[in-house]
């Protein structure tokens, strides 16, 4: 591994907590700070690829796409997978979505090495992004354990909801089974990071912060309001810390970037 190259799977599989746009933003952040980085879309809803305002791949036996070069028919570089969208001081890249990932799931479970797909295909781009994100689905199944085989640590999106609770009984186990069985060294938690949260705070949010950090090893790394900001940058196909770089909402995106190493 080059120690160089940092990748965080960002999961949950409790749709709906921001998980999308933390990986959008922090990786903003991270390009902002100077470094390079490289955004991979394996939710095959591909709301990172609309985030970002970019095309997705293109479908069709052998054609050069995320879904065909997971499941072998596609063998050619990475390199021509990476669609550019930003420079902002580092290079924002995204390896963008296809509509053919919905068929991802069925299809990586008649691969051998399943698992490991995602790793292997990444593993030419260690030493030349600084960091990459993985957008992991909504879900505990096979690209999900592909994300968290390929990366280096994982950061968790959560809401200040009993349902967040819940999921993270789940999530936590699945992370301890993969440390066990596909990996050689364990993954790194970088923590929560806490989002749409509504103010003024409820008493039902604040006593689910209360149990949030009470969790050991999990520390909550930020917390990001509800705000139209968020949406806004997502309709521009911009992120957050340059649509609305002075925001709140920036500074919090920053403040996760260092927390993953990626500060000014």
């Known amino acids: 591994m080059d120690a160089s190259t940092h ?7 409790k749709g709906g907590v921001g998980k999308t746009a933390t990986a959008l933003n922090v990786a903003g952040a991270l390009a902002e700070a100077g470094h390079n980085v490289l955004l991979v879309d394996l939710d095959p809803q591909g709301h990172l690829t609309d985030g970002l305002s970019i095309e997705q791949g293109p479908t069709g036996e052998g054609a050069a796409n995320l879904y065909r070069a997971l499941i072998g028919e596609y063998t050619g570089s990475i390199a021509d997978l990476i669609t550019p969208h930003s420079v902002p001081a580092g290079r924002l890249d995204l390896v963008p979505n296809t509509i053919e990932m919905f068929m991802a799931v069925r299809e990586l479970d008649k691969q051998r090495v399943r698992e490991h797909r995602l790793a292997r295909l990444l593993a030419p781009v260690r030493g030349i992004y600084d960091h990459v994100l993985i957008d992991a689905p909504p879900s505990l199944d096979i690209l999900t354990d592909n994300a968290l085989a390929a990366a280096d640590g994982v950061l968790i999106p959560v809401q200040a909801e009993d349902s967040s609770l819940k999921a993270l009984r789940l999530l936590l186990p699945q992370i301890a089974s993969v440390d066990v069985d596909l990996r050689d060294k364990p993954l ?5 990071v806490v989002s749409l949260l509504r103010r003024p705070t409820t008493k039902l949010a604040e006593s689910v912060l209360a149990e949030l950090e009470q969790l050991d090893g ?8 509800l705000s139209v900001v968020v949406t806004e940058a997502w309709r521009s196909g911009r992120t957050v810390v340059d649509y609305a770089p002075d925001s709140e909402h920036a500074e919090t995106y920053r403040a996760l970037a260092k927390a993953l190493g990626g500060g000014q």
């Not at 990748?7 to 599989?13: M, R, Y």
């Not at 999990?218 to 309001?225: A, E, F, R």
């Open 7 to 13: 990748i965080t799977a960002v999961t949950n599989q």
């Open 188 to 192: 790194q938690l970088h923590g929560l």
């Open 218 to 225: 999990l520390p909550i790394l930020g917390t990001v309001p």
